[in-house]
């Protein structure tokens, strides 16, 4: 047997989707339709870009997480989040899911009942309720959620003038190891704010104290915040039994669940290092039993969930503009799709495949949108396939906080569709156009004829 030639250990710069000595890399996967609708045949009939929906995957995602946390509590209900995304489509959708409407202002309160949830079915959240919103809101019999003791004065005025009971709840802000807290909205569990607010109720005659409400963050990360949350509520929903002999009607544990989107930073995909909804589900529920309660008497659970349940089911059709090289030789990719329809690109680094194949050749790009701002980079550095002028991406995961986020910039924001249960294709949302855009406007005289030389 001879001997082994030596080699010298050296590190080597090995390019994406090029053959070196660990092999190539994967086939890059493509998308090339969306619940059984061809892209080329969405892009043909609606233009790009596009903002697609699935309604079946809405209604999945919906039934799915109410079955995990239904098996382990036996009392739950959903409340569709609107500023996650208040498409009337969307909102639709879960509504006949079952779900109630969560708003945060008054504007999303008044698209509630537009769509027929009765205030009864309408938790009201936010630091920022109008008189008018408030008054609206106790005839209504709507949930309010009390941020603060201005808004908790606010509301005994409006109350005793109406001479109605309002149904409330307080949002408490705690200590579970979530940093930044989240301590600018509600009332601090810890320096005792919480339970005073919740004595300041008691006592009134135009308050009824119905319920518990925390929202720790968002895209929270691990199952032990949750857990210790719902223990601090379970203690204040004691002290509430044993002082003045009331059985709230519920917890609110809020939102905050992460989707399948993986944050800027995170080296492994957020499918490889989340915690699964089941654990989170396990987390949330089992401490609601400390409170050695009937069956029949426990709170119910109310979950505000909105990314988790949405973003999967979005997608952004776009088209390769051109290709460039960088000054540092990347390749750069210019697409149709900005940042201002994705604000959410900022923090997230979206899934972007090919809705065609491209071949296996691929390469480290950055991704830009139309924008002639620098900021418009919708990812810095992806591996993809060679794209040429025309071809389609599509980028994935932007159902939450896409179309409540985006903006009219320097182009005007495009169509947005659903595939339906049944493949047939509705627009829930015109794109806009110049007459759309200015007509809000209004021009003073003086300022309506000019002459340029």
């Known amino acids: 047997m001879s001997k ?3 080699e010298r250990p050296v590190i080597i710069k090995q390019h994406s989707g090029l053959m070196n000595k660990f092999g190539s890399s994967p086939v890059q996967p493509t998308i090339t339709e969306i619940d059984g ?7 043909e009939e609606y233009g790009s870009p596009l903002f697609v929906f699935s309604e079946k995957q809405i209604r999945e995602n919906q039934r799915k997480m109410l079955r995990i946390f239904k098996t382990r509590y036996p009392k739950v209900q959903f409340a569709w989040s609107y500023k996650t995304n208040y498409l009337s489509a969307v909102c639709s959708v879960f509504h006949q899911e079952g779900s109630w409407a969560e708003v945060v202002s008054e504007y999303e309160y008044q698209r509630a009942r537009k769509l027929g949830v009765s205030g009864a079915n309408i938790i009201f959240n936010g630091p920022d309720k109008s008189d008018s919103a408030l008054e609206t809101a106790v005839k209504e019999k709507a949930k309010i959620h009390i941020d603060h003791f201005d808004e908790l004065y ?6 005793e003038k109406l001479d109605l009971k309002a149904n409330v ?11 930044p807290k989240w301590d600018r909205f509600g009332f601090n569990y810890e320096n005792g704010e919480a339970a005073h607010a919740i004595k300041r ?3 009134s005659k135009t308050l009824n104290l119905v319920g518990l409400h925390t929202h720790i963050g968002t895209y929270i990360m691990a199952t032990e915040p949750y857990r210790l949350a719902v223990l601090k509520l379970v203690e204040l929903a004691k002290m509430v039994h044993a002082q003045y002999e009331t059985v709230l009607e519920y917890i ?17 995909d957020a499918e490889q290092l989340l915690p699964s909804y089941e654990q989170y589900a396990d987390a949330i529920t089992s401490p609601l039993f400390d409170l050695n309660l009937p ?5 119910t659970l ?3 969930t909105g990314r988790a349940l949405i973003d999967d089911a979005g997608y952004l059709i776009s088209t390769v503009l051109g290709n460039k090289r960088l000054s540092n030789g990347k390749r750069a990719i210019i697409i149709d799709a900005g940042v201002n329809y994705l604000f959410t690109s900022h923090w997230f680094n979206h899934k972007i495949v090919p809705a065609q194949n491209s071949g296996n050749f691929t390469e480290n790009a950055a991704v830009y949108g139309p924008l002639c701002m620098n900021i418009d980079c919708l990812r810095e550095d992806i591996v993809l396939p060679t794209q040429k002028k025309g071809d389609r991406l599509i980028i994935l995961f932007v159902g939450a906080y896409s179309v409540t986020q985006w903006m009219q910039f320097i182009t005007t924001r495009p169509k947005i569709t659903m595939v339906m249960e049944d493949k047939t294709v509705e627009v829930i949302r015109e794109d806009e156009d110049l007459e759309y855009i200015i007509s809000p406007e209004r021009v003073p005289e003086k300022l309506t004829s000019f002459s340029l030389k």
């Open 201 to 203: 109720i008691m006592t």
């Open 295 to 299: 069956p029949d008497e426990l709170p």
């Open 154 to 159: 606010q509301l005994l005025e409006i109350t």
């Open 252 to 268: 609110d544990v809020g939102g905050g669940l992460p989707s399948k989107n993986t944050l800027k930073g995170q080296y492994l």
């Open 4 to 6: 082994k030639v030596y």
């Open 37 to 43: 609708v061809a892209v080329n045949n969405l892009v």
């Open 302 to 304: 109310f979950l505000e």
């Open 169 to 179: 709840a307080i949002r408490v802000n705690m200590d579970v190891g979530i940093y």
